[in-house]
T-cell receptor, first 114, second 113 residues
Framework: GDSVTQMEGPVTLSEEAFLTINCTYTATGYPSLFWYVQYPGEGLQLLLKATKADDKGSNKGFEATYRKETTSFHLEKGSVQVSDSAVYFCAPSRSGGSNYKLTFGKGTLLTVNP | NAGVTQTPKFQVLKTGQSMTLQCAQDMNHNSMYWYRQDPGMGLRLIYYSASEGTTDKGEVPNGYNVSRLNKREFSLRLESAAPSQTSVYFC????????????FGSGTQLSVL
């Protein structure tokens, strides 16, 4: 079945530091790839996505590139802010058919200190 | 902009009690989902409904039932709650048919004593 492995947290950084959260996946077919973010006390919300190989998703200064050859979708940000403190989830989608479901990673807690 | 609305936000049950978690979306989405979130486990899919009138089991369906009441509403029922069902429950919806962007509710924190 589909699975995803995320870098285990927690990750603690100082403001303006560089962030990388690793994500690798196994999936049948050709999945779309997503990063979701969960701010404290809230539900998840879509951060960015990529739908085919070599696509780069980006939003709010975050980027991730769909690497089919390494089955990876690592999340990066050049300069984190305190407001980026949240839990980040990598999620490949099950491709094919009409019933799409996401498989979520276990999440990586990021804390950014001033 | 209500989006996905879940009720209640908090609930405490005794072992063996039953309850229903309610979820409604106002985005005319076809697909709806119930997830549970546990520390160190991420989100796990309990049940989903790809379209009105259909429901399917997800990864962890045991101990739960669902009802897709209409296009807007998708409820999750615990018939006989167990301490292992202590968790945070999230409802989500998506347009479906390949559009995988999920919109999440704010969650229900359930404790079973």
């Amino acid at each position: 079945g589909d699975s995803v492995t995320q870098m285990e947290g927690p990750v603690t950084l100082s403001e303006e530091a560089f962030l990388t959260i690793n994500c690798t996946y196994t999936a049948t077919g050709y999945p779309s790839l997503f990063w979701y973010v969960q701010y404290p006390g809230e539900g998840l919300q879509l951060l960015l996505k990529a739908t085919k190989a070599d696509d780069k998703g980006s939003n709010k200064g975050f980027e991730a590139t769909y690497r089919k050859e390494t089955t990876s979708f690592h999340l990066e940000k050049g300069s984190v802010q305190v407001s980026d403190s949240a839990v980040y989830f990598c999620a490949p989608s099950r491709s094919g058919g009409s019933n799409y479901k996401l498989t979520f990673g276990k999440g990586t807690l990021l804390t950014v200190n001033p | 902009n209500a989006g996905v609305t879940q009720t209640p936000k908090f609930q405490v049950l005794k072992t063996g009690q039953s309850m229903t978690l309610q979820c409604a979306q106002d985005m005319n989405h076809n697909s709806m989902y119930w997830y549970r979130q546990d520390p160190g486990m991420g989100l796990r899919l309990i049940y989903y409904s790809a379209s009105e009138g259909t429901t399917d089991k997800g990864e962890v369906p045991n101990g739960y039932n669902v009802s897709r009441l209409n296009k807007r509403e998708f409820s999750l029922r615990l018939e006989s709650a167990a301490p292992s069902q202590t968790s945070v429950y999230f409802c989500a919806s998506s347009a479906g048919q390949g559009n995988e962007k999920l919109f999440f509710g704010s969650g229900t924190q359930l404790s079973v004593l």
